[in-house]
Nanobody
Framework: QVHLVDSGGGSVQSGGSLRLACAAS????????LGWFRQAPGKEREGVAA?????????YADSVMGRFTITQQGDAKNTLYLRMNALTPDDTAMYYC???????????????????????WGQGTQVIVAS
């Protein structure tokens, strides 16, 4: 059982930065890759960024490429971060940390795992970007 706790959201002005964090207890890097999804009001949940269990591979959605950075920390790689720079109002959403079992993880192929393949979700952290 993996338990994910998201934090770090908030309200910022356009052009500002935030760093989201996800504490993953029960997580084993050999078994799961991790990622961030977001969902804006009235829209479907979309994948933003993902990282393989050991951190060798990463994926970014086109909309965040060059602005967001996904990293892991610690020997166990059980703390996940999403550094978000140059934020725009289009980035306003609830952000969710996610864990995907290794056999469904597609980060190594350059693809974001789909939301339906996520095995564990964090509770979400709200990001609001004002224009």
């Amino acid at each position: 059982q993996v338990h994910l706790v998201d934090s770090g959201g908030g309200s910022v002005q356009s052009g500002g930065s935030l760093r989201l964090a996800c504490a993953a207890s029960g997580y084993r890097k050999e078994l799961y890759c991790l990622g961030w999804f977001r969902q804006a009001p009235g829209k479907e949940r979309e994948g933003v960024a993902a990282i393989s269990g050991g951190g060798a591979s990463t994926y970014y959605a086109d909309s965040v490429m060059g602005r967001f950075t996904i990293t892991q920390q610690g020997d166990a790689k059980n703390t996940l971060y999403l550094r978000m720079n140059a934020l725009t109002p289009d980035d306003t959403a609830m952000y969710y940390c996610a864990a995907v079992l290794w056999r469904k993880c597609t980060v190594g192929d350059g693809r974001m795992p789909p939301a339906q393949d996520v095995d564990y979700w964090g509770q979400g952290t709200q990001v609001i970007v004002a224009s």
